[in-house]
């Protein structure tokens, strides 16, 4: 396990910096806006402030406001952040991003969990939180093979309980984080005491629909489907042919991410660059780029598909306690009714309908996502017991 820290140089800027202002961006349809993909219109300005505008050194000075470390398990290098929260407690949480975010997705909610009493909460509530970067992903490795969400909960669990020394701790996830943290609960149970997930169908059971909700939610479901999950079948099957595209061409990594941000999240109160801020966009896209992880995230798809995709038989639960949190304005993958996550998981010990937010739940509703947090895990792991 050594420390570790961001350090972009002037030179990579400076290079980052020409080949963005010499991206071809090609002509649009006429008022295509985003029904085609990425706004062009709006790709220009994200280009112009990402050249001009955007504070690199302030974006590095974040990176490493909280202490980050390495630590290679089972021959992969893993990048996370470990957290230490305040007071004497030590409750562990290990939180899980997704694909297009990044370890950064937690960003604004890393305080109020760690040090709750700086917003009103309890001291006792505090977590010891762990961020990691998935397996070819930011600052992590980038593995031989694609790797999948099964393979990264064993690094995972070997990550807690090996490397930080946590005999139990808690998990939570979201997009590709929910399926990592969902066979965290189906296959480490032994150390997993509960879970947490704000993408609820990652517990998926192979049954159809049993009931007149569950029918009216898997047609919705399988519109979104068609409409919204192109991408995905991409980098699936085919991941190299977009790798290939999209090496050295950071505008074209930008439009292809900010695509997913734009028809995932809410935009119901404003737009993509309110909901944000550009330059959250913008640091979370540099993750991908001045690490060349664009590349090798996408294989992660690829991991999936080589391990199986995760479906439990009739009868099969996961039997650790599983806590939700149902963001309703997820386009991509909308919210089950309860009766369908109560086909997978034996203890359903929480469930929170949210007022808005959508798939990047953790930026999107900060202080929505952290109360739920403590909420779940409050449920789990009371006071009195700490």
Excluded at 108 to 117: E, G, H, N, Q
Excluded at 143 to 149: H, K, L, S, T, V
Aim: proline fraction near 7%; hydrophobic fraction near 45%; include cysteine.
């Amino acid at each position: 396990m050594e420390s570790f820290s961001v350090n972009w140089t002037e030179a990579e800027i400076d290079a980052l910096h020409k080949r963005l202002a010499d991206a071809v961006v090609p002509a649009a349809p006429e008022g295509a806006g985003w029904s085609l993909g990425c706004d062009r219109d709006f790709l220009i300005r994200f280009r112009d402030y990402w050249v001009h505008d955007y504070d690199w050194r302030a974006a590095v000075a974040s990176l490493n406001r909280y202490p980050q470390f390495t630590a290679e398990i089972d021959g992969l290098s893993v990048h996370f952040i470990h957290v230490k929260g305040e007071g004497s407690t030590k409750r562990p949480l290990i939180m899980t991003h997704g694909w297009p975010g990044s370890y950064y997705e937690f960003w604004d909610v890393i305080d109020r969990l760690a040090f709750p009493s700086r917003f009103g909460g309890n001291a006792v509530d505090a977590f010891d939180l762990v961020l990691p970067s998935l397996p070819g992903y930011a600052f992590s490795g980038k593995p031989a093979q694609p790797m999948g969400p099964r393979a990264t909960a064993i690094l995972w669990d070997k990550l807690m309980t090996q490397v930080l020394g946590y005999p139990t701790y808690l998990a939570q996830g979201g997009d590709w984080g929910s399926i990592v943290t969902a066979n965290l609960g189906l296959n480490h149970g032994n150390t997993v005491k509960g879970i947490h997930l704000n993408m609820p169908v990652a517990l998926r059971s192979a049954l159809p629909p049993q009931n007149d909700a569950e029918q009216e939610w898997a047609q919705k479901s399988a519109i979104a489907y068609q409409m919204l999950s192109g991408y995905s079948m991409v980098q699936m099957m085919k991941p190299m042919s977009l790798s290939y595209a999209a090496a050295g061409n950071p505008l074209g990594q930008a439009a292809w991410i900010l695509e997913r941000f734009h028809d995932w999240s809410d935009l119901s109160e404003g737009d993509l660059e309110t909901v944000y801020g550009i330059d959250h966009l913008i640091t979370n896209i540099m993750l991908y780029v001045m690490t060349g992880s664009f590349e090798t995230s996408i294989l992660y798809y690829n991991g999936m598909v080589r391990e199986g995709v995760p479906e439990l038989a009739e009868g099969e639960k996961c039997e650790t306690p599983l806590g939700i949190a149902a963001f309703p304005c997820d386009a991509l993958l909308p919210v089950p009714p309860r009766s369908r996550v109560e086909l997978t998981a034996a203890k359903l010990m929480h469930w929170t309908d949210m007022p808005g937010g959508g798939h990047f739940a953790a930026m999107e509703k900060p202080e929505l996502f952290a109360a739920d947090v403590v909420d779940w895990a409050n449920k789990l792991w009371p006071s009195a017991a700490r």
